[in-house]
């Protein structure tokens, strides 16, 4: 089983930076892409940014595009997602997620990954 862990969130001003850690025990990421996904209130849980086993490509969202950047560490067995000049359209909870099975590819839809965190919130005032 494995388990992730979101942490970094808080409130910030628009403009403003946060870095987001996702760590994981029970099992190594390495192997594994990872996905970083936002849920806003009421909203579904959409794509944000997502990472190849190895790191050697990565994929964000139009929205965040040039704004944030995935990466990953596999000797400290975390992904993290560094976000820059924020926006209040940015505010929700924001979760780390890795698939059962190892795959090469990028995964970009919440139903292709079987492992969550619980969260962390991130809110961002104008």
């Known amino acids: 089983q494995v388990q992730l862990v979101e942490s970094g969130g808080g409130s910030v001003q628009a403009g403003g930076s946060l870095r987001l850690p996702c760590a994981a025990s029970?099992?190594?990421?390495?192997?594994?892409?990872v996905g970083w996904f936002r849920q806003a209130p009421g909203k579904e849980r959409d794509f944000v940014a997502a990472?190849?086993?190895?790191?050697?490509?990565?994929y964000h969202a139009d929205s965040v595009k040039g704004r944030f950047t995935i990466s990953r560490d596999n000797a400290k067995n975390t992904v993290s997602l560094q976000m820059n000049s924020l926006k209040p359209e940015d505010t929700g909870v924001y979760y780390c997620?890795?698939?059962?099975?190892?795959?090469?590819?990028?995964?970009?839809?919440?139903?292709?990954?079987?492992?969550w965190g619980q969260g962390t919130q991130v809110t961002v005032s104008s």
């Open positions: 997620a890795t698939p059962r099975r190892a795959s090469s590819i990028l995964l970009r839809t919440p139903f292709q990954y079987d492992y």
């Open positions: 029970g099992r190594t990421l390495t192997d594994f892409p």
């Open positions: 990472i190849t086993w190895n790191g050697d490509d990565t």
